[in-house]
């Protein structure tokens, strides 16, 4: 059963900096792609990074130069590091995975999901 468990969401100032983790276990984690979403209230949940087992990654425009996923696979975990943080990055995000090597940005390929974590960006 694979399982995932986030951390590092809170309150921080426009400008400021967040890192979140999540950590995986359950599954053969070097070998798979993993992606980090947010959701904000009223939007569809949409895709913001994604890593793959071999370490190449793929952003969304919006967050393209501020922030960077990475992962470490000898501690199960991925890490995104989000600087200049925006209120529009305000959102609960989420890690996932679905036991592939790609990374796909469409959430409804992802069957396995965290709890997510709150992001809060105050102007």
């Known amino acids: 059963q694979v399982q995932l468990v986030e951390s590092g969401g809170g309150l921080v100032q426009a400008g400021g900096s967040l890192r979140l983790s999540c950590a995986a276990s359950g599954h053969t984690f070097s070998v798979y792609a993993m992606g980090w979403f947010r959701q904000a209230p009223g939007k569809e949940r949409e895709f913001v990074a994604g890593?793959?087992?071999?370490?190449?990654?793929v952003y969304t425009d919006s967050v393209k130069d501020r922030f960077t996923i990475s992962r470490d696979n000898a501690e199960n975990t991925v890490y995104l590091q989000m600087n200049s943080l925006k209120p529009e990055d305000t959102a609960v995000y989420y890690c996932?995975?679905?036991?592939?090597?790609?990374?796909?940005?469409?959430?409804?390929?992802?069957?396995?999901w965290g709890q997510g974590t709150q992001v809060t960006v105050s102007s």
């Open positions: 996932a995975t679905d036991r592939r090597m790609a990374v796909l940005t469409e959430s409804n390929t992802y069957h396995y």
């Open positions: 890593i793959r087992g071999s370490g190449g990654t």
